[in-house]
């Protein structure tokens, strides 16, 4: 399968449906590039998780630690 995501090798046809049935998923989604999105739509999403968060410290520690894991690794 990494293979396939990497690009090294294709995947059959049967191969490709297999992972279609196991996703239960179409072609058209497995493919679509619909679900990307722009910085500011990022940046958005984001500060809206972080502002359903505020009163919440134990989610507000798991988003910092998350983030700060993040940017340590780049």
Known sequence: ???????????KAETLENILVALNTSTQELFANNHLKSNEELLEEINKY?????????????????????????
């Open 50 to 74: 972080i502002d359903l968060a505020q009163n919440d410290n134990k989610r507000l520690e798991l988003i910092y630690k998350i983030l700060k894991s993040i940017n340590e690794e780049l």
């Open 1 to 11: 399968m990494s293979n396939i995501e990497q690009g090294i090798s294709f995947a």
